[in-house]
Structure formats: structure tokens, C-alpha cells
Nanobody, 125 residues
Framework: VQLQAYGGGLVQAGGSLSLSCTAS????????MGWFRQAPGKEREFVAG????????NYADSVKGRFTISRNNAKNTVYLQMSSLKPEDTAAYYC???????????????????WGQGTQVTVSS
């Protein structure tokens, strides 16, 4: 499975930004999708996840109420809508996939099998 992330950029604090990640080379419906982020000098951290059929989502506490993950299985795409952005949200954002049709959530990087390239999000104060 190949993942391609889009949509990063520079935004002022309080603003919004939407990321997309398109998958190819596999049956998208069979995969749990996640978004992670990594700031310079920090470990990669879980941001949000969505199960294979879109019937469940989970979020890091730091983004709850501000970020929304969704997916369109017909378009092989997962989205991350980010609002009320803060300077501490600045990071490279990565989409990731793990083959699973269970209702389990995956929040640790090593649980994911496939990764896209990062897309940079910079929030200015």
C-alpha cells in the first residue's frame, strides 16, 4: 500500500487546515487509518485514528474537539480537518495504515504497517 499525504502549509494560530491522504495498491476498506505527527526533536505521536468502515474514531487528548478524522472509502482517502490550530500543533504530519477489520484502535507507531511521506504543518503565533 502506498500512501500520499497532501495539504500541509502555514497558518496563523486559530486558523484551520485540512489534510488528505490517498492510498493505492491495496483494498482501502480493509485498513485502519491513522494520523501521526512529529515535531523536531520529539517522538512521533498519535493524533487520530479511524477504523476500517468509518464507524469509530479516536483522538489524542491534545486535539480532541479541534481535529476531525474522516474517510471516504470510495475515494481511498482519509482526511484530517484541523481547526483552532495552535503553535504547538506545528509538526510534520504522517498518515499511516494497518490492515484490520476489527474494531480495535491503534495508537502506537509500531502498530502501523504503511506510512506516507510527511506533510509539514506550521502554525504561527
Amino acid at each position: 500500500v502506498q500512501l500520499q499525504a497532501y495539504g500541509g502549509g502555514l497558518v496563523q494560530a486559530g486558523g484551520s487546515l485540512s489534510l488528505s491522504c490517498t492510498a493505492s495498491g491495496g483494498t482501502f476498506t480493509y485498513y485502519v487509518m491513522g494520523w501521526f505527527r512529529q515535531a523536531p526533536g520529539k517522538e512521533r505521536e498519535f493524533v487520530a485514528g479511524i477504523i476500517w468502515n468509518g464507524g469509530g474514531t479516536n483522538y489524542a487528548d491534545s486535539v480532541k474537539g479541534r481535529f476531525t478524522i474522516s474517510r471516504n472509502n470510495a475515494k481511498n482517502t482519509v482526511y484530517l480537518q484541523m481547526s483552532s490550530l495552535k503553535p504547538e500543533d506545528t509538526a510534520a504530519y504522517y498518515c499511516a495504515a494497518v490492515r484490520s477489520v476489527s474494531y480495535n484502535y491503534y495508537t502506537r507507531p509500531h502498530e502501523y504497517e504503511y506510512w506516507g511521506q510527511g506533510t509539514q504543518v506550521t502554525v504561527s503565533s
